[in-house]
């Protein structure tokens, strides 16, 4: 799974994005909306290396996030696969009860407010729903994430609900069909 836009390469994690995910990861406002805390680089490195197990399961999930005109690594956006009760991350094959699909993003600060997590959650929408036939995709955002909000908005999003995650309460944006509960 490699997509490209106008300005973005979006291709699979590798140990090597560790360093530079691990300094977005470090920043409290970066991490603020994602679990309310900085990562050290252990933690960092345990979750990207997670992210990267779940993609050689399903061969999709979260890609770094290149920017074509200097190779610079921005950030991560991609699918998310999440058991339903209660919420936790996943691979789609390793899911043992009902899932949903999400479109996640993250990118380090300096990069925010330039439509960068649109272009790239736009092209990740499109494969989904393209490619692996996709019905319905969601986003989970924090209350106050309001920048996360538009890009949900843009993608076709609707607050649907609120959901229980380890960390959080979270509002479910969804587009496409709801799942029968």
Known sequence: MR???ERLLLRPLSPDDVDALAAFYADPEVMRYMGGRALGRKE???SIT???RWFEADGFGQLAVVRKQDGELLGRCGILIWETAPWKP???KEAQIPTETE???ALGRKHWGRGYATEAATAVRDY???KLGEGRL???IQGGNDASKR???KLGMAYERDVQLKFARVGLYAAGKSPAR
Do not use: F, H, P
């Open 3 to 5: 997509l490209g836009t």
């Open 44 to 46: 960092s490195e345990e």
């Open 50 to 52: 997670r992210m990267i």
């Open 90 to 92: 996943t691979a789609k």
């Open 103 to 105: 479109i996640g993003y």
């Open 128 to 130: 989904a729903y393209g």
């Open 138 to 140: 969601i986003a989970l």
């Open 151 to 153: 890009v949900a908005e």
